[in-house]
């Protein structure tokens, strides 16, 4: 997993309610990343950091904020959450766009 | 956007058996890798390759990017390679955002 972990592993959750989602890694990762998986659609960029407090949207941002207010965390914040945003979630980071290495993943319920 | 499309969708195999996974691209690339996704879940890079050839083991993968596809060979299957394999691209000028294929499930039966 090169050093990146997730938190929580499993959340259900009410909509409406705001959730975050918190990828850390400890090898100093420049470029951070999170995804969303879902049947019959693979895994799709939700947003990505290469830096601390630079960030940028991939292909599905809307309904979702980021932060990396320091090099090891990467905070994904849904602000009220919907049943669409059930999924499972996962975090990667690298030190180049060239490899990206994966956490765990996150399962997200949203009743 | 960059379209990708992998083939087969499924694949089940005998163990010892060898595999050709395909990934087609609809645009110039400066990145392309390839992911094994284990029954568990993780999610493991395994190429870096947006040309040419490498190696690893018992698996291969050639991208040829001036015909846009990418081609990940598995031989001698084991039980273990079982999981969806995941081709992933980014076109010239965004290495960082990554566009996945919808995955190949490879079974491998002992």
């Known amino acids: 997993d090169a050093g990146i972990t997730q938190s929580p592993r499993h959340k259900v959750t009410e909509t409406g309610t705001p959730v975050t989602l918190r990828c850390h890694q400890t090898?100093?990762?420049?470029?951070m990343y999170w995804y969303r998986q879902d049947p019959g659609h693979g895994l799709r960029l939700i947003h990505y950091s290469y830096g601390v407090k630079d960030t940028d949207k991939g292909e599905v941002s809307d309904g979702y904020s980021v932060s990396r207010s320091k090099t090891e965390d990467f905070l994904l914040t849904l602000e009220s959450a919907t049943s669409s945003q059930t999924s499972v979630y996962f975090c990667?980071?690298?030190?180049?766009?060239?490899?990206?290495?994966f956490g765990p993943g996150t399962r997200l319920l949203v009743l | 956007g960059i379209q990708v499309e992998q083939s087969p969708p499924d694949l089940i195999l005998q163990e010892g058996a060898n595999s050709t996974l395909r990934c087609n691209f609809s645009d110039s690339v400066n990145n392309l890798q390839w992911f094994h996704q284990n029954p568990w879940g993780q999610l493991i890079n395994l190429f870096y390759?947006?040309?040419g050839t490498k190696q690893n083991g018992r698996l291969s993968a050639t991208t040829v990017a001036t015909e846009r596809y990418s081609l990940l060979y598995i031989s001698s299957s084991q039980t273990t390679d079982s999981g969806v394999y995941f081709c992933?691209?980014?076109?010239?000028?965004?290495?960082?955002?990554?566009?996945f294929g919808k995955g190949t499930k490879l079974t491998v039966n002992p």
């Open positions: 390759i947006p040309s």
């Open positions: 990667a980071g690298g030190t180049r766009p060239e490899t990206q290495y």
């Open positions: 090898e100093n990762h420049r470029y």
């Open positions: 992933a691209v980014a076109p010239q000028g965004g290495s960082e955002k990554l566009v």
